[in-house]
C-alpha cells in the first residue's frame, strides 16, 4: 500500500477518496463480520460509529436497533458518501453524519449506548485522551467496541508504521491499559482464530 493510499484511508479527499471508501467497505468486511459477532446490540441501543467512512456499518446497525443510529468522520468526503448510502435514514430523523474530530466531539455528554470505531484509531492523536472523549459521550453502563485488522502482531505492521507518519498500531493489552485509564470499567478481546483481526469491547 502506498503512502498516498494510507494517507486517503486516514481521510478520503477528492475523486480518489471516493474510490477508497469503495475499496474500505470492501476490504474490512471480514473484520466487520467478525465484529458484529461479538456483539449484542439492543433494539433501543442508540449508536455512534467513529470514523465511519462510507456508511457501511451504519447501515448494517440500522437492521439492529430501532433507535438512532448516528455517524462522525472528519473527511467531508466520508460523511457525504455515508449520507448517500443511509439516505433514507437520514430523511427520516434516524441517522445523523456529523462531520468533526473524534478528539473534540460536538455530542452531549452520557448520549450513546453504543460507540464503535472500525479500522480507525490508528490514525487517532494522543490515544489516551481521545478515548476520555469517547468515554464522555457513552451512557453508564455503555459500551465502546474497537475492530482492526491487526492485534498489533501483523507481520506487515512494521512497513506501515514506517510509511505512514502519526500511524501506530496498539496490542490488546495496550487497548486494555489506555481504556481502564480513560474511565471505562471492564475491557475484553476477541481474536479472530488463524488470522489477526482483534476487537476489543469495553464498558463504562
Known amino acids: 500500500m502506498t503512502a498516498e493510499k ?110 464503535t470505531a472500525f479500522e480507525t484509531i490508528y490514525f487517532w492523536p494522543n490515544i489516551k485522551n481521545t478515548f476520555k472523549e469517547v468515554s464522555r459521550i457513552i451512557k453508564p453502563k455503555g459500551k465502546f467496541m474497537i475492530a482492526q485488522g491487526t492485534d498489533g502482531n501483523h507481520p506487515d505492521d512494521e512497513k506501515w508504521l514506517s510509511t505512514v507518519e502519526g500511524m501506530k498500531v496498539y496490542t490488546s493489552q495496550e487497548l486494555e491499559k489506555y481504556l481502564l485509564d480513560a474511565g471505562f470499567n471492564s475491557v475484553n478481546s476477541f481474536k479472530k482464530e488463524n488470522d489477526y483481526i482483534l476487537v476489543v469491547i469495553a464498558q463504562k
Open 6 to 115: 494510507i494517507t486517503q484511508c486516514m481521510k478520503p479527499h477528492g475523486k480518489e477518496g471516493i474510490q477508497t471508501i469503495k475499496e474500505m467497505n470492501e476490504n474490512h468486511k471480514n473484520i466487520s463480520e467478525f465484529a458484529f459477532n461479538c456483539i449484542t446490540v439492543n433494539d433501543n441501543d442508540k449508536i455512534l460509529d467513529i470514523g465511519c467512512g462510507g456508511g457501511v456499518n451504519i447501515e448494517k446497525f440500522l437492521r439492529l436497533t430501532d433507535n438512532d443510529v448516528d455517524g462522525l468522520d472528519y473527511s467531508e468526503v466520508s460523511v457525504r458518501e455515508a449520507i448517500k448510502r443511509n439516505q433514507h435514514a437520514v430523511d427520516n430523523k434516524l441517522c445523523r453524519i456529523i462531520q468533526a474530530d473524534v478528539s473534540d466531539m460536538p455530542i452531549d455528554d452520557e448520549t450513546y449506548d453504543l460507540a
